[in-house]
């Protein structure tokens, strides 16, 4: 799977709170979901999550995969590993991954970069392994 999401990337952000109640912050849910529904346009065959089997189904796939990552921004701004969070959400909200901590690794080319006119991210899943579960009845 490659992908790649034209504007300037949001990277995770650490949850506000008012009181008791912690939130995320509303530029980063809006870019997660932005980022998750072209991922899901433009992939909408790509079954890998039980969240998008259909109840039918009795075995789902369960798969391990290295991703790479390349971060255009337009200024200076977050870290690395913020933005990785960032992209490990929409690709689990998008189905395409059972759950995000099945990214075990990660692979060339990876980084973060400056470009004022073309800011984006590239994105790239391989798949590692899978198995095939059946679900408890």
């Known amino acids: 799977l490659r992908y ?14 008012a009181g008791k109640v912690h939130y995320l912050r509303k ?3 809006q870019y997660r979901e932005e980022l998750a529904n072209a991922l ?7 079954v890998v999550s039980p969240s998008r089997v259909p109840s039918e189904r009795k075995q789902v796939l369960k798969a391990r995969y290295t991703q790479s990552l390349l971060v255009y921004r337009k200024k200076d ?3 690395l590993d913020n933005y990785v969070k960032t992209v490990c959400d ?5 189905g395409l991954v059972w759950n995000d901590k099945a990214i075990i690794t990660y ?22 392994h899978f198995t095939e579960y059946k679900k408890e009845s």
């Open 4 to 17: 790649t999401h034209p504007g300037n990337p949001v990277p995770y952000q650490r949850c506000g709170s």
């Open 27 to 29: 530029e980063y849910r």
């Open 40 to 46: 899901n346009a433009s992939f909408p065959d790509l």
């Open 77 to 79: 701004t977050g870290d």
């Open 90 to 94: 929409a690709l689990e909200d998008a």
């Open 107 to 128: 692979h060339e080319p990876f980084g973060m970069f400056i470009d004022k006119d073309n800011p984006g991210i590239e994105i790239e899943l391989k798949l590692l």
